[in-house]
């Protein structure tokens, strides 16, 4: 790597890093943490669980496409940014900086991708294929979602925007196949 890029990545780097900082502290209010702590746990897989279930009760069987389509990209997602953690082995932020305060619970050790962010694009956009009159409701959760990653001292803002790229890239890639 030359020295012209690696300063590069080191400046990007570092506007990250100093962006995950300035949104983390937003932590110290106790209305925020305490919204973006349920917003995360919801983003743990039960909101998306209970949405699949509402869409069989509601669509019968006009609901099993839906569903599975969700099940099958969830699925996908998880062995992808499994992966990707083992392979990056990025540290969470609250690891690497003393100045951001961890205010949720991470899942597992590493940062890179978001598993919450990849999931919550996942499983909005195909939802949002089928169900378009969800996005008043669907988009702003996803959206929060990603916010709460950082909000929470979980994830970089880099890690936030990959977990999306790569949850909107397997939800595309899924149409191509279903």
Not at 23 to 52: C, E, H, K, P
Not at 68 to 73: A, N
Not at 123 to 130: D, G, N, P, Q
Not at 133 to 154: C, D, H, K, Q
Request: with cysteine; aromatic share 12%; hydrophobic share 50%.
């Amino acid at each position: 790597m030359t020295y012209k890029m690696r300063l590069y990545l080191d400046r990007i780097h570092q506007m990250d890093s100093n962006m995950c900082v300035a949104v983390n502290r937003t932590s110290q209010y106790r209305f925020i943490r305490d919204t973006f702590r349920i917003v995360s746990r919801l983003g743990d897989g039960m909101i998306w669980y209970a949405l699949m279930a509402a869409i069989l009760i509601l669509e019968g069987a006009d609901g099993y496409l839906p569903v599975m389509h969700m099940t099958v990209t969830g699925l996908s997602g998880t062995l992808l940014y499994k992966w990707l953690k083992g392979k990056t082995l990025r540290p969470r932020p609250y690891e690497v900086r003393q100045d951001i305060w961890l205010t949720g619970t991470p899942l597992d050790k590493f940062s890179f991708p978001s598993g919450h962010t990849l999931h919550a694009v996942v499983f909005s956009t195909v939802a949002l294929s089928y169900y378009p009159e969800l996005a008043i409701i669907v988009i702003p959760f996803t959206f929060m979602v990603g916010l709460s990653r950082v909000v929470l001292g979980l994830h970089y803002p880099s890690d936030v925007m990959a977990g999306a790229v790569i949850g909107a890239l397997i939800a595309f890639a899924s149409f191509l196949v279903i």
